[in-house]
């Protein structure tokens, strides 16, 4: 009885993971919201007029610090940027899905510096995400894993 209801349960995750991914185009895969693997960040995944972009929902922030809507773009180098708030922010935009469970040409927008940084996204499995930031080559980049929420 008990190898039975495990068997069950394997066959039901199997065909909700088919489900999901036969409702879902692949290029839509990366929708979502996504925890950073530090667990100091939320991101939503979102898609408009054919690119995937990113915006920034929640994030830790220190006792001593204010609160998360009251963070401030001000170390953006546009002056004109410079009171628009972390919360609801672009972080990522521009992203375009390359049919390998990749979304390249992006560029992601690091508050904390006030950089913007070229950008490819991979879907490593479907609730993990590899974003790789980087200036010039892919390979002088840096990783940010994040996990989906939703």
């Known amino acids: 009885m008990r190898l039975f209801k495990i068997l069950l349960f394997i066959v039901f995750l199997l065909s909700f993971s088919l489900s999901f991914s036969q409702n879902t185009p692949v290029s839509d895969r990366i929708?979502?919201?996504?925890?950073?693997?530090?667990?100091?960040?939320?991101?939503e995944i979102f898609k408009k007029n054919g690119h995937f972009l990113g915006?920034?929902?929640?994030f830790i922030c220190d006792p001593k610090t204010p609160n998360m809507e009251d963070f401030k773009d001000i170390e953006n180098p546009n002056p004109n940027l410079r009171?628009?708030?972390?919360?609801?922010?672009?972080?990522?935009?521009?992203l375009?899905?390359?049919?390998?469970?990749?979304?390249?040409?992006?560029?992601?927008?690091?508050?904390?510096t006030g950089r913007t940084y070229n950008s490819v996204v991979k879907l490593?499995?479907?609730n993990?995400?590899?974003?790789?930031?980087?200036w010039g080559f892919e390979i002088f980049g840096k990783n940010l894993v994040f996990h989906r929420v939703e």
């Not at 929708?31 to 667990?39: L, M, Q």
């Not at 009171?83 to 521009?94: D, F, I, K, T, Y």
């Open 31 to 43: 929708i979502g919201t996504w925890f950073s693997e530090d667990k100091d960040l939320k991101v």
């Open 128 to 134: 993990t995400l590899v974003v790789r930031g980087y």
């Open 55 to 58: 915006k920034v929902v929640w």
């Open 124 to 126: 490593k499995d479907i």
């Open 83 to 94: 009171n628009r708030s972390w919360l609801g922010m672009l972080v990522v935009e521009n």
């Open 96 to 112: 375009l899905f390359n049919g390998k469970d990749t979304w390249e040409n992006g560029s992601i927008y690091d508050p904390n």
